[in-house]
C-alpha cells in the first residue's frame, strides 16, 4: 500500500487516530491522515496489510528531515569551529589555502576548492581522536553553541513533529534508524538523546578508524580519509550493510534520499516514501530546486507517480522546531 | 569484574543458579560459575556491578566459537560447491588454476595461491547476486548438504552449550551480536533461525555493494572485493562502526579473537572475555597452536593475566553440538 492508495483508508481511521492524537504538532490535512493510516495498516493484526514489528523498519535521513540544515550544514560549522579551536593553539596546522579560508570562516574561499577542500577541513578537524572523545566533544558543541540565524542550540532545531513521528513509529513496534550522509560519529554524538536513537541504529558516513593496543590502552582512532559515503546510491547501500533488510518505510527531504526512498518503496507489500518539503520562509526556511544545500528536484518531479507524500511544512506542521514552542 | 576476581561471588550465587539452570549444556564447573556470577553482577539492581541494559553489549565470534570451524571454515566449503555448480554450467568461468583447482575441490591447489586465491573463489561464488537470493541460496545450502566428516547438517554443527548462552544473556537483558571474520551475508542467512540474532546485530567482512535502478527494479548488487575485513584489528573497528559502542562481553576461540577480547575488557567496569579451547578430539576437535585455522596461543598465554575464561569443551560442556544431542 503507498500513499495514493491508502487515501480513502486514512479518511476513515482519522476520527479514531484524533482521540488520542500521536502527532499533535501535525495539522489534520492529508499528511497526518496518510501516515496514521499506513501505520494502523501495517500494525493491525489480521490485515492484509500487516506487518511484524521485526520488518517493520523505518529509516529516516537527518539534514533537513529531523533537524534545519540551514545556512549549510551544522556538521559543516561544527568543523570549523574545531580547525579553529585547533588552529588558534597551532597556526602551523594551516598547510594549504582552503584550511586557512576555513579558520577565517571565510566561505567562498571553503567553497573554493569544491568537496575536495571541504574533506581536507573534516579531516583536520574530525581526525586523531576516539570515537568516544570526539563524540563528547561534539555533543557539548551541539548543546550549547549557538546557531548563526536563529539563536537555538543545535539539539533545539530538530523538527517537533518528526520526533514526535519517531515516538510514534517505535510506540507501534517499529525500529527507527537514521541514514545520513553526516559523519555516523557526529550524529551518534546527540541522537540518542535528541531522537531516542542509541549508536547502533544510527547509518552514516564513515571515515577511516584504526584499533592500537601499542600504548597499552587499547584505542581506536578516527583517521583523516573517507571509507564509506552514505549519500545517494550510497542509502541503500549502507542500510544492507549495517540493518540488512529493505525498510518499510522511508523519510528524507533531499535528491540524496532519492534511492533510500526508490529502493524502500520498491519492495514487496506495504511501503511508506516521504519527503519534507521546505515551504516556510518564516518559521524555517523556503528551499527546493534551485538550494545549494538539500536540493530536491526530482524527488518534487516524481513522487506523485511513485506514491510518496509530500509533507508542506508550512501547512502540514503546527510548529517546527522542538527547542521554540 | 573480571573472571579472576568474581570467582569467590560465583561460588556464593552457584546454588541458586542450580534451582532454575540456564546453561543445563554446561557442567557444573568454574567456567559456568564465572559466567552466571558475571551476568548476576551487571543484572542485580543496587549492586556496585550494576550495568544498565542499554549498556549490556556481548559480542561473540562465529566460527570455532558458535559453530564448528573445521576440517576448514564451512564458508569456504560453501564457496568450493558453488562455483563447482557454476562451473558445471559454464566451463570458461575457471580462467586461473585456482579456480580450477576450487572446482575440482583440490585443496592442495587451492591453498598454493594463498589469500589471494581464496578470495578468487569467493568473488566468483559470492559475486553477481543480490543479497537477498545469495541469503537464500546459502541458507538452503547450510541446512541440507551434509559436513564432510560429521555428517550433520552445518546447521547442526552450532554449539548446543553456546546457543544456551546467547538465550540466557538475552532473558538477562543483554544485545546479543555476532562479530565475525565471516561474510556478513552468509552469517545472515542462518543467524536469526540458528541463533536468535537478526541480520542488524551482525558485523562480518563486507565486500563491495553497488545500487542500481537503470533495470527498471531497484537492486542491490554483491559484486567482487572486499571493502572490510572483520578479523584481528578489524573486530574493535567493526564494533564500534556497527554498533558504536564498546561491548562488556566478548566471546571468540582464536588469536582472530585477542583484540576484540582486548578491546572489550580494557573498558571501566564490569567486563568479561572467554575464549574457547578445542580441546575435545573426540566430540569435536582437539586444536589450537598448530591449527591452521582457529589458532589459538597468544590468547593461551595471556589470559590468565587478562582475567580471561578458557572455556575446556572437554571439562565444561556435557553437550557438543546443537544436532546431536
Chains 1, 2 share one sequence.
Not at 542509502?235 to 544492507?240: A, F, L, Q, Y
Request: aromatic letters at 10%; glycine letters at 10%.
Amino acid at each position: 500500500m503507498r500513499f495514493t492508495g491508502s487515501l480513502a483508508a486514512a479518511v476513515a481511521v482519522l476520527p479514531m487516530a484524533l482521540l488520542a492524537d500521536p502527532l499533535p504538532s501535525w495539522n489534520d490535512t492529508e499528511a497526518k491522515a496518510a501516515i496514521i493510516a499506513f501505520v494502523d495498516g501495517v500494525t493491525t493484526p489480521g490485515a492484509e496489510t500487516y506487518v511484524t514489528p521485526e520488518d517493520r523498519i523505518a529509516v529516516f535521513d537527518n539534514d533537513g528531515t529531523l533537524w534545519a540544515e540551514q545556512p549549510v550544514y551544522f556538521q559543516l560549522l561544527y568543523a570549523l569551529d574545531i580547525l579553529k579551536q585547533k588552529s588558534d593553539a597551532d597556526p602551523s596546522i594551516l598547510t594549504s589555502d582552503v584550511l586557512k579560508a576555513g579558520a577565517a570562516g571565510d566561505m567562498a574561499g571553503i567553497m573554493a576548492k569544491g568537496e575536495e577542500g571541504l574533506l581536507e577541513i573534516i579531516n583536520i578537524s574530525h581526525g586523531g581522536i576516539t570515537p568516544e572523545d570526539f563524540e563528547a566533544q561534539s555533543s557539548e558543541w551541539l548543546t550549547t553553541t549557538p546557531h548563526p540565524t536563529s539563536g537555538l542550540t543545535y539539539t533545539q532545531m530538530t523538527y517537533q513533529p518528526m520526533l514526535e513521528l519517531l515516538s510514534y513509529l517505535r510506540e507501534e513496534g517499529f525500529s527507527t534508524y537514521i541514514v545520513s550522509g553526516g559523519g555516523i560519529d557526529f550524529i551518534r554524538s546527540f541522537a540518542d538523546d535528541a531522537y531516542g536513537i542509541p549508536p547502533w541504529q544510527v547509518v552514516g558516513t564513515e571515515g577511516e578508524t584504526t584499533y592500537s593496543a601499542e600504548s597499552g590502552t587499547p584505542t581506536i582512532t578516527k583517521n583523516g580519509g573517507l571509507t564509506f559515503v552514505d549519500d545517494k546510491e550510497g542509502k541503500p547501500v549502507g542500510i544492507m550493510r549495517h540493518i540488512g533488510q529493505r525498510p518499510i518505510f522511508a523519510a528524507g527531504n533531499s535528491d540524496g534520499d532519492f534511492q533510500m526512498l526508490e529502493y524502500t518503496t520498491a519492495g514487496e507489500g506495504p511501503r511508506f516514501g516521504m519527503l519534507v518539503h521546505h515551504t516556510d520562509a518564516e518559521r524555517e526556511y523556503a528551499y527546493d530546486r534551485d538550494s545549494h544545500i538539500g536540493t530536491l528536484a526530482r524527488g518534487l518531479d516524481e513522487a506523485g507517480d511513485r506514491g510518496w507524500l509530500i509533507v508542506d511544512m508550512a501547512e502540514d506542521w503546527n510548529r517546527v522546531f522542538s527547542g521554540k514552542p
